[in-house]
């Protein structure tokens, strides 16, 4: 949609149709393709697999891979109409604000923490990338960790546990919480996305494997933005976003993804909220 369209289109809506015409409008660039039969995927432990697909299945040469089809694309009037209507969607205005693309393969959990320190609002540190401006950035995450914890060299290769962005995130001024998947029911694993979503001072940082959504490749870490009732689903604002749009996945089959066990820990993936402390 040029510039020109998208005056003239929001001069003719009203206002919660003119957030649907900019939603989409900045969003065109991940519209999904038509679904195609589900890829086999990479089972590495924390980064996204560089095939594309194991099954040999073609790779779009002008876009990110194809969506499932049981998954919903939030460019999709579907998925718009669930964001537009739930009222469990306040981290999504905030984390859309500072959405960022993994600047790495492995980078992940970094992209999604700077993603949610930056939408809390939070003192920012001076930045390298933007030296006037105070910002959190994938480019400096690691100055206040301690290394022993996680370090810029071993994350760009292996990526991180549950464990291990829930101690680098205690480096920040924020309130940090992780649950293993393996410790919750579904029932407390939906309650949890349901009610951290409903809050614009706090995020959910989903940790998961991608094939139990029906996604080629491997572990992943992505911030989860709403959550819909009606259809039981929760949006993945995907940080790989040369590979997936942001999407609408059953609360079921997040809950599997999470339930993963984790290669490196031994352990189950699981969910790390970052909020605002507490005066």
């Known amino acids: ?28 660039a991940c519209a999904p393709l038509p679904p195609v039969a589900n890829p086999a995927a990479n089972q590495s432990s924390h980064q996204d697999s560089q095939q594309a697909t194991a099954s040999g299945a073609a790779r779009p040469a002008d876009g990110p891979l194809p969506v499932p089809p049981n998954l919903i694309a939030l460019t999709q009037p579907a998925g718009q109409q669930r964001l537009m209507t739930t009222a469990h969607n306040q981290s999504y205005w905030p984390l859309s ?83 293993h998947a393996g410790d919750l029911t579904l029932g407390q694993f939906r309650d949890l996305i349901r009610d951290t979503t409903g809050h614009s001072d706090r995020f959910a940082l989903l940790n998961f494997r991608r094939v139990e959504i029906g996604e080629a490749g491997g572990g992943h870490w992505s911030p989860l933005a709403a959550y819909d009732a009606a259809s039981d689903s929760a949006l993945l604002l995907d940080v790989a976003r040369y590979k997936y749009p942001a999407v609408w996945v059953p609360v079921t089959q997040l809950y599997a993804g999470a339930q993963a066990v984790d290669n490196v820990s031994g352990l189950s993936r699981g969910i790390v909220i970052v909020g605002t402390r507490a005066n």
């Open 1 to 28: 949609m040029s510039r020109y369209s998208l005056m003239r289109a929001m001069q003719r809506v009203s206002r919660p149709e003119w957030i649907v015409v900019a939603l989409t409008a900045t969003l065109a």
């Open 97 to 179: 604000e500072y959405f960022e693309t993994q600047r790495n393969e492995a980078y992940c959990s970094i992209a999604s923490s700077v993603m949610a320190l930056n939408a809390l609002g939070i003192r920012r540190p001076e930045s390298t990338q933007y030296p006037d401006f105070p910002y959190f950035s994938q480019q400096d995450f690691f100055r206040s960790v301690d290394p022993q914890v996680a370090n810029a060299a071993r994350v760009s290769k292996e990526g991180m546990t549950l464990d291990q962005l829930s101690a680098a995130l205690g480096a920040f001024p924020v309130e940090v919480r992780k649950f």
